[in-house]
């Protein structure tokens, strides 16, 4: 995660840059439930409106909550498919709340209405976070649900007028790059406190869709207009978190459009950068399923690390007997390709290892969403020249059984 306001901030109000972060215990995003209302276009939970057998009760989330506490744990994201359709939502939220979590709320929005909202607003949520991935009809085609985008919107101004914050998340790709700008003019126009920009990670339904993900011009174009649009606000003194997930490359082409912009201040920028160190997915976040499997990240689906109902959290966290786990922990990480060869990998960590796994087969390879030019990158001369192209999705050929073999 990459919180470009906070170095925007820097520009004005320059802080000391210190160490590299190193938080107790990492953010748990958690799935509680995978049954959705939706079945959005990407989802890397591939969720539906069907039951998945398996998933933890109350008590045994409880119990759960306790190991994250103990392996302190800051903060919950509790997250879906739709966490509202858990029945003892309010329950895990309240008891969260109670143990001393951040706890945040991940929704699709559409079912927050005028029945739930005094629950909402009792819990004390830190955060909502309300997925919005265009206005009105591009955002029903994107979450394949006709009225999903006024059921989102309904969601959002109620919690707002119970002062909850907010904040509005967008995934993008080629199919609503075009809604990006009313969508920053929805946010501010609607006083709407944080905006997350996520770029398409090549999980679940996400990665069938591969294909349809943003260009990397059309990507440079919305990072121009993101830092633009929270610089211009800032200097306004209109104070919004602007926040950006799935790409760490974006800390380097900050660095580059600061460079341009304030030369005096890239040096200083470039320590807060060095400080925050790009990806931090089996480091800084981590995952928990609906059925209780740990993983790197969220979209790490496709990875198990171990299952709370047998073994602690922190116990399978720290165990670094996964090769996986082994290399995402080290900083920076050992790379090849374009990542391998960047002057800036102490910056980014090369970003998103599963899309460069299911581009490559390799999960060290490099990550073929990273948008910069070699020279925006210093390549070195042995990394220049072909790159990793991104491929459409291939199914996985069926093997037919042989029945005469058994
Ligand atoms: C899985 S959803 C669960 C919460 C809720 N149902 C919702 O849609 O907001 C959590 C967030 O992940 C985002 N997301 C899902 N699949 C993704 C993918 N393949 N790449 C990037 N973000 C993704 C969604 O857009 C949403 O903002
Ligand atoms: S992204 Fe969220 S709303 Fe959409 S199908 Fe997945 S869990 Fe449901």
Partial sequence: MFRISQFIRELDQPTPAGPRRNPPG??????LIRRCNLTCKHCYSISADSDFPGELNTEQVFKVMGDLKAFRVPVLILSGGEPLLRPDIFDIARRAKAMGFYV????????????NIDAIDDIGFDYVGVSLDGIGATHDKFRRLEGAFDASMRGIRLCQDRGIKVGVRYTMTEDNAHDLPALLKLVEDEGIDKFYFSHLNY????????????RHRTTREAMDLLFDTCLDLHRRGIEKEFVTGNNDADGVYMLHWVAARFPDKAEHVRAKLLAWGGNASGVNVANIDNLGVVHPDTMWWHVPLGNVKERPFGEIWSDVSNPLMAGLKQHPRTLSGRCGGCAYLNICNGSSRVRAQQITGDVWAEDPACYLSDDEIGLDEASRGDRVELTAYQ????????VEQG
């Fill in 203 to 214: 999980a679940g339904r996400g990665n069938k869709y591969r294909a349809d993900d943003a």
């Fill in 104 to 115: 945040g709320l991940s929704s699709n929005g559409t079912l927050i209405d005028e029945n």
């Fill in 26 to 31: 990492p953010v748990v995003i958690w799935n």
């Fill in 395 to 402: 199914p996985r050929r069926r093997v037919p059984i042989n």
